[in-house]
């Protein structure tokens, strides 16, 4: 029986301030206080409990570390149950978490939406001629790179070794429908070449099999513990190895496709020969190899192309759903992402045409690749390039994606609407909720608690260890009938949520 | 298959949601047909001329 498989996105966005010499830590800071102070309601985010540096391993690298977490900066917690912040002088945007891979599109999705509107309220206040532009990428092809993480909730009893060893092949191997594309090639250390394209943003960038880092010698498997729930019973697999994509469509299959093969790996029944021999190198050459052609030595010897890999990993997913009864995942969303993930796979062995409006790094492609022959340009030309940073652009005039015609899941309406609302199906509705109906009651708020100013009385501190409690089901009524934050931990009493006094 | 864990929020979707969302299936089987000459005319209309300096002005300080 796998865990059921609540994730959820966070964002770090690209930022470009043009007419004014400003720090990026300033922009930043721009843009996320330009939202707060238009916003109904937030509260702030306490990141002081916050252990980046305990290795799944078991050991803590602090003494080893330092990590920059900007957490005295502009730290905010949202009506829809998200956190929203400054951090490596990035805007970042952490989705809540979400029972559902549909409603983490959606909400990945509001993220956006959020940066957009942020973008416009900062460069309304803004003098003329000095502007901020924001961008949905991971490099600026400099040597740079700014991550856009997975998380999902799997189970605390299995071996960390074992769900990196397995994992290692999907994550090596997903790119080819979930990498956002890019012209040119870089190191950690600077450009290697401005011309030509590979599938994703961040191959370049991995030089480890297994770690705690996250901004330099990154690993394919990240081992940060931190749970941010109960973690006698839970991890959260922390994922660095994505692209943050513009296609909702690639967003669903990352998210679903991950998600169902953590559960195979939890429930045993993942396909065992297939094992990468050299994870690091094949993550490169597969990136650098946009006919798939690319065979990668196995473990036991044999070579497979990326395709061929996929193909068997989703052919034992159709197995592993048709015999188990609890796979962690709706049964609805389960054949969704099976129906989606073998028809991709389909059609990227044939080059179907179907993927340019589903897949990022096929629909930058069309257009690179498209501009290179009309104007007949050099590989190195800068125009390329420019298209590979423009079809990031938070800018709707200026953002190439927009224009290929992409598939979305959700539309303006909906995606307004989850900016402002949370989920229903994780505890991310409850604090979302008491965000907007008691924010001036709040004394701050984070993943798994909330402490609650109640007067003239001690603090109150509500316990979310529990990502599946604090649901719309549980708590709506509880919300809605409360006439104060007294009354509401009252009527909460000990069957959601423990609270403790302060 | 699947104890249908979430199967009370496939009923109960917020109704702004349900009505605005599409269905991926659906949707896959009649693909968008984009016309790249007509993508392209837009791309060269706001390709910057200053595509260079654009390029050159877009560092970043390195994240996670």
Redesign the interface.
């Known amino acids: 029986m796998a865990t059921?498989k609540v994730c959820g996105i966070e964002t770090?966005y690209?930022?470009?301030l043009?007419g004014a010499d400003v720090d990026?830590i300033t922009a930043s800071s721009l843009i996320v206080s330009a939202y707060k102070d238009s916003s109904w309601a937030f509260a702030s985010f306490d990141a002081s409990h916050e252990r980046p540096a305990q290795d799944a391993r078991g050991v803590n690298l602090d003494d080893y570390l330092d990590p920059v977490i900007d957490s005295k900066m502009i730290n905010t917690v949202l009506a829809n149950g998200a956190r929203y912040y400054v951090?490596?002088?990035?805007p970042e945007y952490s989705s809540p978490e979400c029972?559902?891979i549909?409603?983490a599109v959606?909400f990945d999705a509001a993220g956006e939406h959020i940066l957009r509107e942020s973008m416009n309220k900062a460069n309304e206040r803004l003098p003329e001629g000095v502007r901020i532009d924001l961008?949905k990428n991971n490099?600026?092809?400099?040597g740079?790179?700014?991550?856009c993480?997975e998380n999902y909730l799997i189970n605390r009893e299995m071996p960390f070794a074992q769900i990196a060893a397995f994992i290692t092949t999907h994550f090596v191997t997903r790119q080819i429908f979930c990498g956002a594309g890019k012209v040119g090639h870089e190191s950690p250390t600077g450009v290697v070449d401005q011309a030509g394209y590979q599938i994703t943003q961040r191959a370049d960038f991995f030089e480890e099999l297994i770690g705690l880092e996250?901004?330099?010698k990154r690993p394919i498997v990240n081992t940060r513990d931190e749970p941010h729930c109960d973690p006698q019973k839970y991890r959260r697999l922390h994922v660095?190895v994505g692209d943050a994509n513009m296609s909702q469509?690639a967003t669903?299959l990352k998210l679903g496709t991950t998600s169902v093969v953590l559960s195979m790996i939890e429930d045993g029944a993942f396909p065992k020969h297939l094992l990468i021999a050299h994870p690091i190198h094949a993550i490169k050459r597969i990136s650098n190899d946009i006919e798939l052609q690319e065979q990668v030595l196995m473990a036991d010897g044999s070579r497979m192309s990326a395709i061929q890999i996929q193909t068997e990993l989703c052919a034992a997913a159709h197995a592993y759903?048709?015999?188990?009864?609890?796979?962690?995942?709706?049964?609805?969303?389960?054949d969704?992402i099976l129906?989606?993930w073998q028809?991709t796979l389909d059609k990227l062995s044939t080059h179907s045409?179907?993927?340019?409006?589903?897949i990022d790094w096929i629909a930058k492609l069309?257009?690179v690749e498209?501009?290179r022959r009309?104007h007949s340009l050099r590989d190195s030309d800068?125009?390329l390039?420019?298209?590979d940073?423009?079809y990031h652009s938070l800018d709707p005039?200026?953002c190439?994606a927009n224009?290929?015609?992409l598939?979305?899941?959700?539309?303006?309406?909906?995606i307004a609407?989850?900016a402002l609302?949370p989920p229903?199906?994780t505890r991310a509705y409850f604090r979302g909720r008491v965000v907007d109906k008691w924010f001036g009651n709040i004394v701050n708020a984070n993943w798994d608690s909330i402490v609650f100013d109640v007067g003239n009385r001690p603090l109150q501190k509500v316990h979310m260890d529990e990502p599946l409690k604090g649901t719309r089901?549980l708590t709506e009524s509880i919300i809605d009938g409360a006439t104060s934050v007294e009354d509401l931990l009252a009527r909460l009493g000990e069957q959601v949520f423990p609270s403790s006094t302060l | 298959?699947?104890?249908?864990?979430?199967?009370?929020?496939?009923k109960?979707?917020?109704s702004?949601?349900s009505?605005?969302?599409?269905s991926?299936?659906n949707?896959?089987d009649n693909?968008?047909?984009?016309d790249?000459d007509s993508?392209?005319d837009?791309?060269?209309e706001?390709?910057?001329e200053n595509?260079?300096e654009?390029?050159?002005?877009?560092?970043?300080?390195?994240?996670?």
């Open positions: 059921p770090e690209g930022i470009l043009s990026p951090d490596h002088a990035h029972a559902g549909r409603d959606l961008f490099s600026d092809g400099k740079n790179s700014y991550g993480h996250t901004t330099m660095i469509y669903f759903a048709e015999t188990c009864d609890d796979t962690g995942l709706s049964t609805v969303e389960l969704e129906c989606e028809d045409d179907d993927l340019v409006a589903k069309r257009i498209g501009t009309r800068s125009r390039k420019a298209i940073l423009m005039k200026v190439l224009k290929m015609g598939l979305s899941l959700y539309g303006d309406v909906a609407h989850a609302h229903d199906t089901i | 298959m699947g104890e249908r864990v979430f199967k009370q929020h496939d109960e979707p917020p702004s949601q009505s605005d969302e599409e991926a299936s949707k896959s693909a968008i047909r984009v790249l993508i392209l837009q791309i060269d706001v390709l910057e595509a260079e654009f390029v050159k002005s877009y560092v970043q300080k390195g994240g996670q």
